[in-house]
T-cell receptor, first 120, second 112 residues
Framework: NAGVMQNPRHLVRRRGQEARLRCSPM?????VYWYRQLPEEGLKFMVY????????ESGMPKERFSAEFPKEGPSILRIQQVVRGDSAAYFCASSSYPPYLAGGRSDTQYFGPGTRLTVL | QKEVEQDPGPLSVPEGAIVSLNCTYSNSAFQYFMWYRQYSRKGPELLMYTYSSGNKEDGRFTAQVDKSSKYISLFIRDSQPSDSATYLCAVGGTDSWGKLQFGAGTQVVVTP
């Protein structure tokens, strides 16, 4: 399966602990996006990364949240000192080209199965 | 005001009927439009992608974009019980590359 992979699929943390969510993009994709989906809500953009660069983090909460996409290995979304309000499904997506390529035409984003975070 | 508005449903139709879904958006800078299907507790699956205005057909699915009225639609012909899912519209534009704006999703139930 050459799709976007995320792990773990389910993660349970107690308040104050750290959560690390991992995303491996599709083969050949070097652009990664993180979204959060709260119950009964649509997906909300969090951050867009390329290898070793954060391109757009306008959707990231100012505190406790960080993301990286190192030269080697998966992209990591890190949530420090989790609170109950962080409970949600976190989805990663990837694309093969930057979205501004080819005269404004956007390459499509392909989503992973998500990580469901529960904070007790 | 939300960037993208979508009726959450649920929308219940009998098998074989046409499913009609729509979204409205507020920012005229949006230039590309997508529909995703999401089964319960799964990741979104891309169904249709449209750049700028017009129609696009793929099998039983037809996507329409009317940029003058900021209105996008998805039609599913000959609906099947396996089409029961939540359908998400998504938009993006040149002022926020890579940052897709999603509607809340419409839950569709196709009854046998």
């Amino acid at each position: 399966n050459a799709g976007v992979m995320q792990n773990p699929r389910h993660l349970v943390r107690r308040r104050g602990q750290e959560a690390r969510l991992r995303c491996s993009p599709m083969k050949g994709h070097s652009h990664v996006y993180w979204y959060r989906q709260l119950p009964e809500e649509g997906l909300k953009f969090m951050v867009y990364l390329q290898k070793e660069n954060i391109i757009d983090e306008s959707g990231m909460p100012k505190e406790r949240f960080s993301a990286e996409f190192p030269k080697e290995g998966p992209s990591i979304l890190r949530i420090q000192q989790v609170v109950r309000g962080d409970s949600a499904a976190y989805f990663c997506a990837s694309s093969s080209y930057p979205p501004y390529l080819a005269g404004g035409r956007s390459d499509t984003q392909y989503f992973g199965p998500g990580t469901r975070l529960t904070v007790l | 005001q939300k960037e993208v508005e979508q009726d959450p449903g649920p929308l219940s139709v009998p098998e074989g009927a046409i499913v009609s879904l729509n979204c409205t958006y507020s920012n005229s800078a949006f230039q590309y439009f997508m529909w995703y299907r999401q089964y319960s507790r799964k990741g979104p699956e891309l169904l249709m992608y449209t750049y700028s205005s017009g129609n696009k057909e793929d099998g039983r699915f037809t996507a329409q974009v009317d940029k003058s009225s900021k209105y996008i639609s998805l039609f599913i012909r000959d609906s099947q019980p396996s089409d029961s899912a939540t359908y998400l519209c998504a938009v993006g534009g040149t002022d926020s590359w890579g940052k897709l704006q999603f509607g809340a999703g419409t839950q569709v139930v196709v009854t046998p």
